[in-house]
């Protein structure tokens, strides 16, 4: 594979990537199990679209410091804002959790222009922009579909794969999804950074991402076991190395087009092309070194009889009385 004079990939490489297939799926184990305890330990950093509240983009008059706004909202009370710069140095956004007994919006009005009196001072003042309300009712209906949405988009794929494949495919497949998904949302979780809907909307777009890798690498494997006369791990370094190239040119291409994104796009679609970046790193790397190495193990082991339909006609016969 060659962009230019570079040659990212060589033709006809043979690495064998399932010698350490042990070591590949013990890191997977720890780093699930590691994502599960630090998303249920430390939780999220909610956004408004999930936690209901009042978000402020005021402008200056003169660049203002996001500390020195934070310690004068605190100092009138209003302790739950979060604070950050939004387009120039002039713009701040101001965001101040609802509580979770709000049903409306009604009161956000008055909130917003102490939000404003507060952030302000004689020597600088400040105007508001724009003002965006969520009350908690319509926050929890959001957090509520976007679980549903997470577990409907899982469910499907799980359905095809085993429909399209064979089910020990489709378990696989799955798993490493939510592995990617998992390992993006505990580094949100740990890093505190916001987790808003264009968060969520890049996880499902990871799940996507993922899923469509690993397809193409089980693609690649049926066809040679039902091909190629060689043992199951040959098989599997074959597909791995005979799709190396067409994965790491698609997730290089998808990369830096978000990339772009998260460099111009403003920081309304930071959340989201950054969700996707990191997706894009884990999504390859899972569907390398960690999809074909589970399918080794245990009742997920793939052998010749489970992709060949002939096969398995004549075996089932052959155990008949």
Known sequence: MKIFPLTLVPSGTRIDFMRLRHVWVAM?????????AVV????????????????????FDKPVGVDDVRERLENAGISNAQVQ??????????????????????????????????ASSEANPGRILSTESIGAQVSGDLRKNAIYAAIFVLVGFLLYISVRFEWKFAVVASVTTLFDVMVVAAMFSLTGREFDLT???????????????????????????????????EIFNRSINQTLSRTIITSLVFFLSVLALFLYGG??????????????????????????????????????????PKAKDEAALSRRP
Not at 28 to 36: P, T, Y
Not at 101 to 112: E, I, K, P, R, Y
Not at 203 to 210: E, R
Request: one cysteine or more.
């Open 28 to 36: 997977f184990l720890l780093l699930f199990v590691g994502s599960f």
């Open 40 to 59: 249920g330990l430390k939780g999220f950093n909610f956004a408004l679209d999930f936690t209901g509240g009042t978000a402020v983009n005021v402008r």
């Open 85 to 118: 710069t939004f387009g120039s140095g002039n713009d701040l956004l101001i965001r101040v959790r609802g509580d979770e007994t709000q049903v409306s919006v009604d009161g956000n009005t008055q909130l917003a222009q102490d939000v404003l009196a507060a």
């Open 199 to 233: 968060v969520m909307a890049g996880l499902l777009s990871v799940m996507g991402f993922s899923i469509n890798d690993t397809i193409v690498v089980f693609d690649r494997v049926r066809e040679n076991f039902r091909g190629v006369r060689a043992e199951p791990l």
């Open 267 to 308: 920081g309304s679609l930071e959340g989201l092309a950054l969700t996707q970046m990191m997706g894009a790193v884990v999504g390859t790397l899972s569907s390398i070194f960690i999809a074909c190495p589970l399918l080794t193990y245990g009742v997920l082991r793939v052998t010749k009889q489970d992709l060949l």
